[in-house]
């Protein structure tokens, strides 16, 4: 890439270069590297906390995931019902926020604020958002007061009591949460859309619509396919909000993968059989990633050089 | 693309979707006002005819929490303050440093090739759940658990793929004819980056440091499996008075999670501009 342009008294470049890499790389080798071989390691044994040191456990192959993938239906379940609440949430957000993205080419008054008023909810850490929603869920909170009001009915539903209604409303923090993300990145990418094409069509006589579905959009594509990336990945691992609205409840109907791996390893202490799982799921996300991303791969790379 | 005015039912609209983004921290914010006995009133108050601090004393007093039933680990939120503190700021000054030197060593030196960015981006991608479980393992075998140098270690190492590709975006951005105009100088490489280099990104810096700190300061799943007694961070507390109370401590709770959030949205609207780069890893600039 670059000359080896040697000033006076400096390293030669590339060591200079490796040097300044090395911090990095021994941190995630420590941190990140050194832990997943571990659990590798643990996903072919049949090691809990009681077995001793994790030496002396016995390698059993294959089962754990055998087990995960034959027989264990509520790690299936679990898998299932992420990607259900991954799709539902991401076409949701995508929808929205492409809507608000869309309004704020408009020209109006109070937009600078607007625009930091539609931001705030992804600033709150997902904890906190979890509590408030399952507050507003609460059967004599405010969600079911509007509903009352609005449906004049006796008294409002019990949201966490079935498995529709707390799937719903998992799936409604989760979009209030999120849809900002990809307002904030699609309306970045509306805005660095060149003016020439879309001028060149209004000249030759095509409808805001055309223009809308025929040029932007298609020239949107990279960015709108990053937006879906980077959500999916921090989708697959939902723990936090569903942790504070419904712990999985009611029985296990709304167990994310991420909860499911948590209770198996610190709830049944099943630290193996969880790794397992965890391997299996980090497959998955890999090779989900991979389809999302072929489309881009090649623009990606070069904006990266 | 830009220029049509609003008419009136999109103005409609766009007023609906604030009223509903806002709505969430409004409740909140009211219910860490409200006076215990409007906390879980039905049907419920919006707001409080007579407002209070109560709340937020309450949690910084170890009495008044036992008052409300809650011992053993979960008491005041003095410590989970100060952990939340420690832990995000220690692993967001070193998150940020490292990143840093990886950042001009990728930009400058093209160091790690081009299939980097998806190897990093596939280590965000491992459910946290998963690489918990070889932690606990390891940290008790080497003492680190419980402990905030070893929450802190997490930190670091979860937010150091942000930390350098948001960072190489900024020393990307910069042309190199100016490290390189210092350079012929007789300045040495490495002081032509300390004294040009990241002065010149010092805007990116700041920004890159406080959304670190946004990502350390919102972590969960790590405090909450790693820490016992010593160790608690601001999430794992309000998950405590959760666990503790079955939620019923709804003023106390909602103080901590307005105090819990505000840091987090004025960090927020100070790097709105850059939060786009941090978030798509610099994919997106603007």
Redesign the interface.
């Known amino acids: 890439m670059q000359e080896a342009t040697s000033a006076r008294g400096s390293l030669p470049s590339n060591r200079l270069g490796q040097l300044l890499m090395l911090p990095g790389q021994i941190v995630s080798l420590l941190v990140l590297v050194v832990p997943l071989v571990v659990a590798f390691y643990m996903s072919f044994t049949d090691w809990t906390p009681t077995h001793g040191s994790l030496l002396q456990a016995t390698l059993v192959g294959f089962d754990n995931y055998k087990e995960l993938l034959v027989y264990d239906t509520r790690f299936v379940e679990a898998v299932v019902r992420t990607l259900l609440i991954s799709t539902v949430c991401l076409a949701l957000e995508f929808v929205l926020g492409l809507s608000l993205a869309v309004l704020f080419l408009r020209e109006f008054r109070g937009k600078a604020i607007l625009f930091s008023a539609f931001l705030t909810p992804m600033m709150i850490l997902p904890v906190v958002v979890g509590y408030t929603f399952w507050m507003l869920f609460q059967s004599n909170g405010p969600i079911n007061q509007l509903l009352m009001l609005v449906f004049g009915s006796g008294a409002g539903p019990q949201w966490f009591r079935s498995t529709p209604l707390a799937i719903s409303a998992v799936i409604i923090t989760e979009v209030w949460h999120w849809t900002p993300l990809f307002f904030l990145i699609l309306l970045s990418g509306l805005n660095a859309i060149p003016e020439n094409p879309v001028r060149a069509a209004v000249i030759l006589g095509a409808t805001p619509r055309q223009v809308f579905w025929r040029i932007v959009l298609p020239m949107l594509k990279p960015v709108i396919i990053v937006a879906f990336v980077i959500r999916a990945m921090e989708i697959v691992k939902l723990f936090d909000e569903v942790f504070m609205l419904t712990r999985g409840g009611p029985g296990t109907s709304t167990e994310t993968i991420s909860l499911y791996i948590y209770k198996l390893a610190f709830a049944d202490f099943q630290l193996a059989y969880g790794a397992a799982a965890a391997f299996l799921v980090l497959l998955g996300t890999l090779a989900l990633i991979h389809l999302l991303l072929a489309p881009i791969r090649n623009q990606l790379l070069e904006a990266r050089r | 693309?830009?220029?049509?005015?609003?008419t009136w039912p999109?103005?409609f609209?766009?007023f609906g979707?604030?009223i509903?983004?806002?709505?969430?921290?409004f409740?909140?914010v009211m219910?860490a006002i409200k006076p215990p006995t409007d906390w879980?009133?039905?049907?419920?108050i919006?707001v409080p005819s007579h407002p209070t601090m109560v709340n937020f004393k309450t949690l910084f007093d170890p009495d008044a929490i036992r008052a409300y039933g809650v011992g053993g680990v979960s008491q005041a939120a003095t410590n989970s303050v100060f952990g939340s503190l420690l832990a995000s700021v220690a692993g967001t000054v070193l998150s940020v440093?490292?990143?840093l030197?990886?950042a001009?060593?990728?930009s400058?030196?093209?160091?790690?090739g081009?299939a980097t960015?998806?190897i990093i981006?596939?280590?965000?991608?491992?459910?946290?759940?998963?690489?918990?479980?070889?932690?606990?393992?390891?940290y008790s075998n080497v003492g680190l658990i419980d402990t905030y140098r070893g929450l802190i270690?997490?930190y670091?190492?979860g937010t150091?793929p942000f930390s350098?590709w948001m960072l190489k975006s900024f020393v990307d951005d910069l042309p190199r004819e100016i490290e390189?105009a210092v350079?012929?100088d007789?300045?040495?490489?490495?002081m032509a980056h300390i004294f040009v280099t990241i002065p010149l990104i010092r805007g990116g810096l700041l920004a890159t440091t406080l959304f670190i700190f946004?990502l350390n300061?919102?972590e969960?799943?790590f405090a909450l499996?790693l820490s016992y007694s010593n160790v608690t961070t601001i999430?794992v507390q309000?998950?405590r008075y959760?666990t503790a109370t079955a939620?019923t401590l709804?003023g106390v709770?909602?103080a901590l999670?307005v105090l819990?959030?505000l840091p987090?949205?004025l960090?927020?609207?100070l790097i709105?501009s850059h939060?786009?780069r941090g978030?798509?890893?610099?994919?997106?600039?603007?």
């Open positions: 693309m830009t220029g049509r005015k609003l999109l103005a609209v766009l979707a604030l509903i983004s806002l709505f969430p921290v409740w909140i219910t879980n009133a039905s049907p419920a919006w440093v490292i990143g030197c990886a001009i060593g990728i400058r030196y093209a160091n790690g081009k960015p998806l981006l596939s280590g965000r991608m491992f459910p946290p759940a998963a690489i918990a479980v070889p932690f606990v393992i390891i270690a997490i670091v190492a150091l350098t390189e350079m012929i007789g300045r040495s490489r490495l946004i300061w919102s969960f799943m499996v999430p309000l998950a959760v939620g709804y709770q909602a999670a819990a959030m987090l949205i960090a927020g609207l709105q939060l786009a978030m798509t890893f610099g994919a997106v600039k603007r």
